[in-house]
C-alpha cells in the first residue's frame, strides 16, 4: 500500500541544538495520526517540517509518493490549521477562504463552488459575510478548517487546533473533527498535548519526547502496553501508579519487601536472573472488596484521601509502601481510613526495565 | 465620607443624602481636581487664544494688537499676496509628496529590516538618528551638501566631473524637492520604526497561514499584512502631517525661503508678519487660514472615525 505521508531519516537542528533525529514515520492513505507530547518536544516542529514551513537539515519528506523536501508548502498538497486560527483579519469569512484560490488565479465559478461545498460541511454559511473579529472562537476555528478544506489537499495538518478554546467548546469541536474525518477520508495529521484529543482521535498516536517518537500504536496498544516508563507516566489520568522493586522469575519484590506474583505478566523476553524492575498498573485496574478476592495479588489497605468525581471515585492509599492511586464505582462507600482489600492482575499491568525504562 | 459613618436606620436614609448638586461635585472629587488644570488649559490655551487669534485676524493691529474692527480686509488683501499664494501651493505640494514618500519609504525600509537581517539593532539606530536632530540642524548640514559651489556639486566637479550639476537648492522649479530630500532624510527612519513596530505585532501564524495558502510575500505584505496595521498607519500619519503643517524650520534653515519666494511656506509667512513685519493682524489672518485647512482635513476624517461607531463592532 502506498503511504499517504513519508518523513525518512528526518533531521532538524537551530544552530547546535538538535531538534529532531532521523525521525521516521510512514502515515497511510486517510489515516488520522495524533503528534502527542510535552511543549519542546518537537511535535510542532515536524508538523511544520511536513508542511514545508520549517527547512530541514536532513533526511526526505514523501507526500502522496512524491517528494516534497525542498517543495513549497502550497505545492505539497497540504492544508494546515493553527492555534491562533491565523485569519486573515481584514477579510470576510467568504474572502478568508477564497484568498488563496484568487491569487492562485483559479477560474471564479471553481473557487464558488468550493467555498459553498466548504462552508455546507463545516455549516458556516450564515457567516460568510463577517469579519473573524466579529466570531466566537469555535466559529474561527472552523472558518480556518474551511480554508484547508477549499484547498482540496489530500493531506491536513493541524498545530494544536483547540488549545484556544474553552473545555465545552473543545470536546464539541472534537466530536466535529472526527465527523469531519470520517466524511472526507483524508490523511490528517493532528498536534496537541491534550492526551483526551489524542485517544478519541487518533487511529494511531505517536507519543514524542525529544524530538524522537517513542511509541507509535493505536490508542488501545498505547494505553494498555506503553513501551516504556515513559509513556506509561504520560497517559492516563490520573497516572499509572508505579512500583519499584526487582523481578526475579515469576515474583516481583517492592521496595519494602512485599511480594506480587507475575506469573501471568506476558514478558517480551522472559528475564534472566534477577532484574530491577518498576511494575505499573492503571488506577483503574485495581479492584477493591470481594472483586479483589479472586485477584493473583491482593492486601489490605488503608484509605487515605477520597476524590468523589461524581461517575467514579478516586481514593489514594498505599501498597508495598508507595502511593497508590485506583478508581472504583461511586456507588461503594468509602471514607478516610478504612481498611479496605485491593488487588489486581499483573496482566493487565506492565513492567519496566528499572534501568532502561522499557518494557520487559 | 461622612455620611458612611450615619447609622443606617429606616426613614433616616432620605433625609441624610446629600443633594444632587452635591452629589455631582462630590463624587470623585480627586479625579476631578487632577482635570482642573488641563481643563483650564483646554478652555484658555486652545479655545481662548484661537477665538484671540480670530479675533485681531479682523482687525487692523500692526505692531501691537490694538487695532479696531475691520471685517474680513485682512484676508482680502492675505489672497491677494503673491507670496502667501505661492507658500500654500508650496505646502500642498511639499506635503502631499513628503507623506507619501515618507509612508513608502518608511514601510519599505521597516520591510526591510523585517527579513530578520543581522546587525538590525544597528541599522535602526542609523536610520532613526536623523530624527534626533533638529530641523535646523538637518537644513544647515543639507544646505553645506547642496550648495552649488561647496557641496555635492562643486566637490564632484573638482573631480573632473564637470558636466555635474546638482543645483536644486538654487533652482526655484526644483527647490522644492531640495526642501523634500532633506524632509525625507529627517522624517523616513522614525516612520520606518512606526511600521517595524506594527509588522512585529503580526501573528507569525498569519504568515505561515499565507505561506500554506500560497500567497507571495510582496502579496501577502499589501493585502494582509498592511490593513491589520491600520493603527499604526494613522498613528503615522497623524505625526507626519502635523510636522508638514507646521514646517517652518527647515525652511529657514535650508534656504530661508529663496530662491525669491520659490520656496515659502505658510508658517514662516504668519511668523514674519507677526514678529519681524509688524503687522499682527495679517499674520494672524494667516494663522487662521492654517487653522481652517487643519480643520477642514481634520472633522471629516474624526467623523469617518469615531462618528459611526454604531455601523462597527
Known amino acids: ?360 | 465620607m461622612a455620611d458612611t459613618a450615619v447609622p443606617l436606620e429606616a426613614g433616616t436614609e432620605t433625609v441624610n443624602r446629600p443633594g444632587l448638586l452635591k452629589r455631582i461635585l462630590l463624587h470623585n472629587l480627586p479625579a476631578k481636581i487632577a482635570a482642573v488644570p488641563m481643563m483650564l488649559t483646554v478652555l484658555v490655551v486652545f479655545v481662548g487664544c484661537t477665538i484671540w487669534t480670530i479675533y485681531y485676524s479682523m482687525t487692523n493691529s500692526k505692531l501691537l494688537p490694538t487695532g479696531k474692527f475691520i471685517g474680513f480686509d485682512q484676508y482680502e488683501r492675505l489672497f491677494a499676496t503673491s507670496r502667501w499664494n505661492v507658500s500654500v501651493t508650496n505646502l500642498i505640494a511639499y506635503g502631499v509628496m513628503s507623506l507619501v514618500f515618507t509612508l513608502v519609504i518608511g514601510f519599505v525600509l521597516a520591510v526591510l529590516i523585517d527579513q530578520k537581517i543581522r546587525f538590525e539593532s544597528a541599522f535602526r539606530t542609523v536610520m532613526l538618528y536623523p530624527f534626533a536632530l533638529s530641523f535646523i540642524v538637518t537644513g544647515l548640514v543639507w544646505q553645506w551638501i547642496m550648495n552649488p559651489t561647496l557641496g555635492l556639486q562643486g566637490t564632484l566637479r573638482n573631480l573632473g566631473w564637470t558636466n555635474f550639476t546638482f543645483d536644486w537648492i538654487a533652482n526655484p522649479r526644483m527647490v522644492l524637492f531640495a526642501l523634500l530630500i532633506a524632509g525625507l532624510w529627517h522624517g523616513t527612519g522614525f516612520c520606518m520604526v512606526l511600521m517595524l513596530a506594527g509588522l512585529r505585532g503580526v501573528d507569525e501564524e498569519i504568515w505561515k497561514a499565507a505561506r500554506v495558502d500560497g500567497i507571495p510575500t510582496w502579496r501577502t505584505y499589501i493585502s494582509i499584512v498592511l490593513p491589520m496595521m491600520r493603527g499604526v498607519l494613522v498613528t503615522a500619519v497623524v505625526i507626519i502631517g502635523s510636522g508638514i503643517v507646521r514646517l517652518y524650520d527647515l525652511v529657514v534653515a535650508l534656504t530661508n525661503g529663496g530662491p525669491g519666494i520659490s520656496s515659502e511656506v505658510p508658517a514662516k509667512y504668519v511668523f514674519n508678519y507677526m514678529f519681524s513685519g509688524g503687522n499682527i493682524g495679517q499674520g494672524l489672518a494667516g494663522a487662521t487660514m492654517m487653522l481652517l485647512t487643519v480643520l477642514i482635513i481634520m472633522i471629516p476624517w474624526a467623523y469617518l472615525e469615531y462618528g459611526g461607531k454604531g455601523k462597527r463592532t
Not at chain 1, 477549499?150 to 494544536?160: A, G, H, T
Request: some cysteine; charged content about 20%; aromatic content about 6%.
Open chain 1, 1 to 360: 500500500m502506498q503511504h499517504s505521508v513519508s518523513i525518512r531519516d528526518l533531521s532538524l537542528n537551530f544552530g547546535n541544538v538538535k531538534v529532531l533525529e532521523h525521525l521516521n514515520l510512514d502515515i497511510a492513505q486517510g489515516e488520522f495520526i495524533v503528534l502527542l507530547g510535552p511543549s519542546g518536544c518537537g511535535k510542532s516542529t515536524l508538523l511544520n517540517c511536513i508542511a514545508g514551513l520549517l527547512d530541514v537539515s536532513d533526511g526526505q519528506i514523501f507526500i502522496s509518493g512524491k517528494n516534497v523536501t525542498w517543495l513549497e508548502p502550497k505545492d505539497r498538497g497540504i492544508g494546515m490549521v493553527f492555534q491562533s486560527y491565523a485569519l486573515y483579519p481584514q477579510m470576510s469569512v467568504e474572502r478568508n477562504l477564497s484568498f488563496g484560490l484568487r491569487v492562485a488565479g483559479m477560474p471564479k465559478d471553481e473557487i464558488e463552488r468550493r467555498v459553498a461545498r466548504a462552508a455546507e460541511i463545516l455549516q458556516i454559511q450564515p457567516l460568510l459575510n463577517r469579519k473573524p473579529a466579529n466570531l466566537s472562537g469555535g466559529q474561527r476555528q472552523r472558518v480556518a478548517i474551511g480554508r484547508a478544506l477549499v484547498r482540496d489537499v489530500d493531506v491536513f495538518l493541524f498545530d494544536e487546533p483547540l488549545s484556544n478554546l474553552d473545555a465545552k467548546l473543545r470536546s464539541d469541536l472534537r466530536v466535529e473533527i472526527k465527523r469531519l474525518h470520517q466524511r472526507l477520508k483524508n490523511t490528517m495529521i493532528y498536534v496537541t498535548h491534550d492526551q483526551i484529543e489524542a485517544l478519541t482521535l487518533a487511529d494511531r498516536i505517536a507519543i514524542m519526547k525529544n524530538g524522537v517518537i517513542q511509541q507509535l500504536a493505536d490508542p488501545h496498544t498505547i494505553y494498555n502496553k506503553p513501551v516504556n516508563l515513559y509513556v506509561a507516566g504520560f497517559i492516563g489520568s490520573p497516572s499509572m501508579n508505579f512500583i519499584t522493586g526487582s523481578v526475579d522469575g515469576t515474583t516481583f519484590t517492592a521496595a519494602d519487601g512485599t511480594k506480587i506474583p507475575v506469573g501471568a505478566y506476558d514478558f517480551a523476553a522472559s528475564p534472566a536472573g534477577s532484574l530491577k524492575a518498576v511494575l505499573g498498573v492503571r488506577p483503574e485496574h485495581i479492584l477493591l472488596g470481594d472483586a479483589a478476592q479472586g485477584m493473583p495479588f491482593k492486601t489490605t489497605a488503608e484509605i487515605e484521601i477520597v476524590e468523589p468525581m461524581g461517575s467514579e471515585t478516586l481514593a489514594w492509599t498505599k501498597v508495598a509502601g508507595v502511593p497508590v492511586t485506583f478508581r472504583c464505582s461511586s456507588d461503594i462507600p468509602l471514607a478516610v481510613g478504612d481498611k479496605v482489600t485491593v488487588g489486581f492482575d499483573i496482566a493487565r499491568g506492565s513492567l519496566f526495565n528499572a534501568e532502561t525504562e522499557n518494557r520487559l
